[in-house]
């Protein structure tokens, strides 16, 4: 340990003495160490933003549609028609085993009041199941129930921006706002969700009962008919399994022939955003590939200067052992100094890494994640760079003929 | 006897040419003897000088240093044996010149393995003995050769070396300072008894021994002790 606490003290010595150079080969590891930790961030980012609307979307939410018909020839888009029914939700609900919730909804835009305020929002007649369907609870008080549905009663559930566009710091729990101004309890609200994968502010929103919804809010809709089904899978591999069935039982229940188009849509969020998921991984794992490519420059860099140092020590290696150091304590001279150089470099390349990551995120609004593992792997990778690198010249060094080495001018 | 060489023969090869450096050497040298080895360049002293210093291993022959037969040793044991028997002194000094004279005499301590504490005190009290008590945080440039030499030798002494080899010490030196250094070396024999080899082309520098060697062609060809 006294060898080794006195070589440490050596090795730090001669990086003092050689500044400019030291401090360039420190620099080839700074930009390759920054470069990983800022691309890793870069690429966690944005990968976890979408798992995060993955899990704000609900997982494994199957999203039916109507509409998309041909009326005389001419296709309509979604939702022209209003084919699908409260039936329908019913039916997929037994009948589809892949499904494990449904949620048919009835929606509109209404204007809301609450005293001397007002707020307008889009307003989801529901039923009980979409807590379980969109994986959304709320923080207090309750969510509408099956006895609200069957009597059509006048309650709201409302979010978490209407809450406070409406009641600011007061608890709306209870209180009475009016709906197209048709007075409605507010009896729970919903945890906060945040911004979906189409920038929508998910938590800008009222459910009330999809009766109540029906029978008073949008009574233009036709009796029975709904405006869009959420469905659950049971997992995401049953996903397919779950569209299909859906797809085949709306098929029958429509009495679509085998030649006809579908009259409704059925969209897998879910699988799109894994998709998505999946090509941003690909993505970071190769903008973190690009990036290692500048760290392994740095570390050639890094090979070269000590290279040259061992040559130009080459007389301080003769005298070393001629005094008594052995092979080894030479090795471990050397290595210490590359390792050494690697480790500041590393250091100072994760501090630009998190400066450049938060640069990058505050000017150009990209999501970034500086996790701790991918500073200590940037670290640790910077550090096996040293010793991968400095191990054949601190070889070199070590397997020197004392006899030349004294001769060497 | 302090060390015995026998029959050693080093030869080295040059692809096809071999060259007999040293051939079949003999010689016993008794603790506390003062030797001066001289001869022409080329007569092999110097290899005689990196056997005896354990820097050089011979192709055959053996080398007793001080009971023990180091002429098989291997790279790490040879170092040892450097470490702890022998100290050199050399013609060019090698000083490290970025480290002060303290930091200088301390190197063999390090890879001895004292502690920092102890390595410091007995660098300085070596320097005191040298003369150079007042100059241990001085860097080489900042010393002259006589100067310099002398923190050489309190280098070579710092570890209480069994011999001291020193290679042409006066080499570079002008002939007061080559007076002062051989003077130190006569002291240090003559009243701690510490058997010192040196190798030297200037007569009077060879004076200060008490036995001169002379090698020609790898061969010992003179020896004062045997005409004695």
């Not at chain 1, 920054?34 to 939410?61: H, R």
């Not at chain 1, 309509?76 to 029914?85: A, D, K």
């Not at chain 1, 209404?110 to 007002?118: E, L, T």
């Not at chain 1, 949008?218 to 029975?224: E, I, K």
């Amino acid at each position: 340990m006294i060898v080794l606490s006195s070589i440490i003290n050596i090795a730090l010595r001669s990086l003092i003495a050689n500044k400019m150079r030291t401090f360039l080969a420190i620099l080839g590891i700074i930009i390759g160490v920054g470069a990983v930790v800022t691309m890793v961030a870069v690429g966690t980012g944005a990968s976890n933003k979408i798992s995060e609307q993955i899990a704000s979307i609900g997982s494994n939410l199957i999203l039916i549609l109507p509409g998309a018909t041909t009326q005389g020839g001419i296709r309509m888009g979604i939702g022209t028609q209003q084919t699908l029914t409260m039936a329908d939700a019913e039916a997929i609900s037994k009948e589809c085993p892949a499904v494990v919730a449904v949620a048919p909804v009835i929606s509109g835009t209404a204007q809301i009041v609450y005293g001397n305020q007002n707020w307008s929002t889009a307003v989801m007649g529901t039923t009980p199941e979409m807590t379980t369907v969109r994986e959304w609870e709320v923080v207090s008080g309750r969510f509408i129930t099956e006895q609200d549905v069957r009597n059509g009663t006048k309650v709201a559930v409302i979010g978490q921006t209407v809450a406070e566009k409406l009641f600011g710091d007061l608890d709306p729990i209870g209180k009475l706002i009016r709906i197209k101004k048709i007075p409605f309890e507010v009896i729970g609200i919903l945890d906060k969700k945040g911004q979906s994968f189409t920038g929508q502010d998910q938590d800008d929103i009222i459910y009330v009962p999809i009766t109540t919804s029906q029978r008073t809010l949008f009574g233009q809709v036709l009796p029975g008919r709904v405006r869009l089904i959420y469905a659950k899978a049971n997992s995401l591999e049953s996903i397919p399994v779950a569209t299909e069935q859906i797809k085949t039982l709306l098929r029958q229940r429509h009495r679509i022939g085998i030649n006809q188009e579908d009259d409704f849509t059925v969209m897998d969020l879910t699988q799109m955003l894994k998709a998505a998921e999946e090509s941003t991984k690909t993505m970071s794992i190769l903008l973190g590939a690009i990036a290692s490519v500048s760290l392994l420059v740095g570390g050639i860099g890094i090979m070269n200067i000590m290279l040259v140092s061992v040559t130009e020590r080459t007389r301080e290696i003769g005298i070393r052992m001629a005094v008594g150091a052995k092979p080894k304590d030479i090795r471990m001279q050397f290595l210490i100094e590359s390792l050494f150089l690697t480790t500041i470099g590393g250091i100072f390349g994760l501090l630009l890494g998190i400066g450049a990551s938060l640069l990058l995120s505050s000017l150009m609004q990209w999501p970034i994640s500086i996790s701790i593992f991918s500073a200590l792997v940037a670290f640790g990778f910077s550090a096996f760079v040293g010793v991968f690198f400095g191990f054949y010249p601190a070889y070199k060094a070590s397997v020197l003929n004392p006899i030349e080495a004294l001769r060497y001018e | 006897m302090i060390i015995i060489v026998e029959n050693v023969i080093k030869i080295y090869k040059f692809g096809e040419h071999e060259l007999k450096v040293l051939d079949d050497v003999s010689v016993s040298i008794e603790k506390g003897e003062f030797l001066c080895i001289m001869g022409p360049s080329g007569s092999g002293k110097s290899t005689f000088m990196n056997i005896l210093g354990c820097l050089d291993t011979p192709t055959s022959g053996k080398y007793f240093l001080d009971g023990i037969d180091v002429s098989t040793f291997k790279t790490d044991e040879l170092a040892e044996i450097r470490n702890k028997k022998i100290g050199f002194v050399f013609q060019q000094f090698n000083l490290l010149p970025r480290a002060t004279a303290l930091e200088n005499v301390e190197l063999p301590l390090i890879y001895a393995g004292v502690t920092p504490k102890e390595r410091k005190e007995r660098a300085r009290e070596i320097l005191a003995r040298v003369g150079l008590g007042e100059r241990v945080n001085h860097y080489p440039k900042q010393l002259s050769g006589g100067q310099q030499q002398r923190v050489a030798i309190a280098r070579a002494l710092v570890n209480n070396p069994t011999i001291i080899l020193a290679d042409e010490p006066t080499g570079n030196l002008d002939s007061k300072s080559s007076i002062e250094i051989m003077e130190i070396f006569k002291k240090l024999n003559e009243e701690k008894g510490l058997t010192t080899i040196i190798v030297t082309h200037e007569p009077d520098i060879a004076s200060f021994g008490k036995r001169q060697i002379r090698f020609l062609d790898g061969k010992i060809v003179h020896d004062s002790k045997k005409l004695a």
